[in-house]
């Protein structure tokens, strides 16, 4: 393990596969900062058990930029640097384009799109200072092959299986070759492969964890 622990900053590190990344990080021996609109249980849990030592989280809006660039620059300024920015933040929306209302497209693209490239511009910042960096997004199979009634969702990114209701999962898995969900192990371990050593050659490539759904 090298002497300076490396930096990673996941969007969306309260729950579900952002804190599986969380964690996943620490386990690693990185250092590690989150934002999250709220403080679960799981982020109180860790403030407590970490007591500030490589752990570090924000309450920050995705659709406030400017609270999007304080954070990343205020935790590239306290810990030296910035490795890697897993943009894992989003929300889903159902329902087709006439229908939908205005000020939710709107969200969905401040949370899902913009929040993501501000953030990359932000990390990228600290990413060229130091002469290296990893940047992974978090999309969904809808942004490779969209489905009805999703329209803005496959526009933007994915959000979390938690957010699915019970029925799309069921649609989702009977879609899917291997016949099921991914679990969220399952997708993590692909995002920790991205941002190892192992994986150092590989750039500008999309990687998809589906099951099969868009072979």
Known sequence: MPQARKVALVSG??????????????????????????????????????????????AVDGRDHEA??????DVGDRLGRIDVLVNNAGI????????????DIVEAVEVN???ALVLAQACSRFMLRQGSGCIVNI???????GHSGVAVYSATKAAL????????????????????LARIDEVANAVHFLTSDQASFITGQTLV????ITC
């Not at 889903?92 to 000020?103: C, S, V, W, Y």
């Open 139 to 145: 999309s969904s199979v809808h942004a490779i092959r």
């Open 13 to 58: 590190g309260s729950r579900g596969l952002g804190a599986q990344l969380v964690s996943g990080f620490l386990d690693r021996h990185y250092r590690v900062a989150t934002l999250s609109r709220t403080k679960t249980t799981f982020i109180t849990k860790m403030l407590r058990a970490r007591k500030g030592q490589h752990f570090h989280w924000g």
């Open 209 to 212: 964890v589906d099951g099969g």
């Open 161 to 180: 299986v938690s957010d699915m209701a019970e029925e799309q999962k069921r649609r989702i898995a009977r879609r899917t070759p291997l016949g099921r």
């Open 92 to 103: 889903a929306m159902e329902g087709i384009l006439p229908t939908m209302r205005t000020r």
């Open 113 to 115: 799109l913009t929040a």
């Open 68 to 73: 999007l660039r304080a954070f990343v620059k």
